[in-house]
């Protein structure tokens, strides 16, 4: 068994980016080559696509509900803003205490006062949910190296309804390669590597990107290293928003799309995949430097990110109140000394299953109270015949107060949005989730069976959002389990 960890992961990165998840044109080679050597989730979900919470989560082994930390404080809406260490422990603790050299390197974003070191890791606290371009800590980098700071010009942006210009979506970064915040998050990953390495003792490990996340602000090298007139549009660009919640369309609205029209977004999802390749570029740096140490055979290697982004997907940017896959679905792998390679597996995993599993690597019990499962078996290619065969999520809002819940199956997604209609895809004829078909009769059997199971989780895990669904849907008259049925043993993944 391993006995050091490395988990490096992005920020707002879509799935559908990567080589080994089928992307034809953004290059990624250093991924692609993780996922082959190791094991590739096809159904990875974050347990809720926004920063703090996901993040909270992956620290503390529960979901947000429980843990209650769920909006980033930027866009507080009177959510809590700090973790409580003394009810939820963070799973470094445990770590720190059997011996792990401990660091973090990059996006913190857990709370808004309390850093990595608050937390037992070494390293600095950067701030925020972006590049943290005035931190002294990269400024004396620039400095040392005699690297330009950080300038942007062509700045893109959309016009807002009232006129006024839009959130900044890209742009040039007047820098080489070597002065982005990214190169730099790797420089200190490595300096962190090489130090835990000469002292010998197990370590945990991360490098918390803060792309691709928008807005895209690259050297011009990596903003026009894909053609934007070879980028297709995604297919849910034809979003109407009928049968769709409204809030929706207002997201639309303050994400600028009508205004900045095709020809821009094709050039933004170029730069997005710029980053992306940017980021893989950063990450071949960090693994060439575990193989030049001789930690390879020693080091279980993860790469996962936060949430994913919309990128004009429905219409919409950044991510927010609405439950597509495009924002819920990450990339997800994992290679682990020992275990088979070019393993892809289609089980349902979360962040949430990432805690329990770097305590069984390093030999430690996992807390009763932990709401995942290490994935330790999976990553063997020996999946248990009891793991989940659904996946749920849930938000709280981000700018303002927006309970949903969400239970997904291998063909059906089911959305409780209490303050407006309902949403229920059928995957496999619609992977787009372009068709809202909850009022389908069709589909009134799917559509009960779903809330049932739905409630059922709820319940027993205790999330008080079911007190909502007790009143309102057909779940109160009989106990419903969460087993497959004959629905879900017919259908397949879109």
Known sequence: MPSNILLLMTDQHRLDTLGCYG???????????????????????????????????????????????????????????????????????????????????????????????????????????????????????????????????????????????????????????????????????????????????????????????????????YYRMYDPDEIELPVSVAETFADKPKVQQHYSSHWTFDSVGPDRWRELIAAYWGYVTLIDEQIGRVLAVVDELGLADDTAVFFTADHGEFTGSHRLHDKGPAMYDDIYRIPFLAKVPGSPAGVVEDGFVTLTDLTPTFLELAGLDVPEYYQGRSLLPLVAGERP???????????????????????????????????????????????????????????????????????????????NFYHWMTSMFEVGAKTYDTTLSALDKESSHP
């Open 385 to 463: 015949g009891d793991w989940p065969a659904e996946v749920t999520a849930e938000f709280h809002g981000h700018h303002f107060p927006y309970p949903q819940r969400m239970i997904r199956t291998d063909r059906y997604k089911l959305v409780v949005n209490p303050a407006d209609r309902n949403e229920l895809y059928d995957l496999r004829l619609d992977p787009h989730e372009l068709q809202n078909r909850y009022e389908h009769p069709e589909l009134a059997e799917v559509r009960r069976e779903l809330m049932g199971r739905l409630y059922a989780i709820l319940r027993d895990r205790g999330d």
């Open 23 to 221: 992307n034809q044109v953004c290059r990624t080679p250093n991924l692609d080559a993780l996922a082959a050597g190791g094991t590739r989730f096809t159904h990875g979900f974050t347990p809720t696509a926004i920063c703090t919470p996901s993040r909270a989560t992956l620290q503390t082994g529960v979901l947000p509900y429980q843990h209650t930390l769920l909006a980033n404080y930027e866009r507080n809406v009177g959510y809590r803003e700090e973790l409580d260490e003394d009810e939820y422990p963070p799973f470094s603790r445990y770590l720190g205490a059997a011996g792990y050299q401990l660091g973090h390197v990059g996006k913190w974003h857990v709370g808004k006062v309390k850093g990595p070191r608050d937390f037992g890791y070494d390293g600095e606290h950067y701030a925020g949910w972006g590049n943290a371009v005035d931190h002294p800590d990269y400024l004396q980098y620039l400095a040392e190296h005699g690297y330009p700071p950080f300038e942007v010009r062509s700045p893109v942006r959309g016009t807002f309804a009232n006129g006024e210009p839009g959130n900044l979506l890209g742009g040039i970064l007047d820098q080489p390669v070597e002065a982005t915040f990214e190169y730099f998050l790797a420089e200190r990953t490595i300096e962190r590597l090489r130090a835990y390495a000469e002292d010998g003792r197990p370590f945990y490990l991360t490098c918390n990107w803060f792309g691709p996340h928008l807005p895209y602000l690259l050297p011009e090298s």
